[in-house]
């Protein structure tokens, strides 16, 4: 596609129960970015792909929170035993290169899947 | 402390105003400085993009770092309604893998 999909846009689940998140980055780009951004906290990293393996997954907040990449493309987050502090906007971004942004330092973005955990 | 500090805002300025962004950072081994602009409900999109120190134009806009304080700014000028958006000052980390940003700063432009 033109840009990075990100699917649902939206999900409202309830505490304990798990939900998966979906990002299809742009097509040829080999770098894969998961960031949470929650109110007034700017943008976490959470894990990075390059192809199909993670060099870095340093942000994953607990072992609740899991990735994977197929293909080179699709990338799927999966967030188990929701709880209510999980509730944010989850931004997948891809970018040509391995080092962030190649020589620009331009991620592209998706608009986002928000998460409400009631 | 975080590694790259901004307020939060929000801002808000006549049409027509300069507006300045400013972030910090604690790294001095950071090179790289980006900003990126957010619109309401979307993904953020890279605005200016700088190596090291000095300045870097582009239009209205006008970037900004100094290493030996640590401090980045970004410039607006001649304001538009159309700027009202989060601006999110970001530094490429020191393994190079990944962009850490700051907090965003929420900037309305009232005509």
């Known amino acids: 596609g033109a840009g990075v999909s990100q699917s649902p846009s939206n999900k409202v689940t309830e505490k304990g129960k798990d939900v998966e998140l979906r990002c299809d980055p742009i097509?040829?780009?080999?770098?894969l970015y998961w960031y949470r951004q929650s109110l007034g906290q700017g943008l976490e990293f959470l894990i990075y792909?390059?192809?199909?393996?993670?060099?870095?997954k340093s942000g994953l907040p607990s072992d609740r929170f899991s990735a994977e990449r197929t293909g080179g493309s699709v990338s799927t987050l999966t967030i188990q035993r929701t709880q209510q502090e999980d509730s944010a906007v989850y931004l997948c971004?891809?970018?040509?290169?391995?080092?962030?942004?190649?020589?620009?330092?331009?991620?592209?973005f998706g608009e986002g899947s928000r998460l409400t955990v009631l | 402390q975080k590694e790259v500090e901004q307020d939060p805002g929000p801002l808000s300025v006549p049409e027509g105003a300069i507006v300045s962004l400013n972030c910090t950072y604690s790294?001095?081994?950071?090179?790289?400085f980006m900003w990126y602009r957010q619109y309401s409900r979307k993904g953020p999109e890279l605005l200016m993009y700088?190596?090291?120190?000095g300045n870097k134009e582009d239009g209205r806009f006008t970037a900004q770092v100094d290493k030996s304080s640590k401090y980045i700014s970004l410039f607006i000028r001649d304001s538009q309604p159309s700027d009202s958006a989060t601006y999110l000052c970001?530094?490429?980390?020191?393994?190079?893998?990944?962009?850490?940003f700051g907090a965003g700063t929420r900037l309305a432009v009232h005509p």
């Open positions: 970001a530094t490429l980390s020191g393994g190079y893998n990944k962009l850490i």
């Open positions: 792909f390059q192809g199909n393996s993670a060099p870095d």
């Open positions: 097509s040829g780009h080999t770098a």
């Open positions: 700088t190596y090291s120190s």
């Open positions: 790294n001095s081994a950071f090179q790289y």
């Open positions: 971004a891809s970018s040509l290169f391995y080092l962030a942004g190649g020589d620009t330092g331009e991620l592209f």
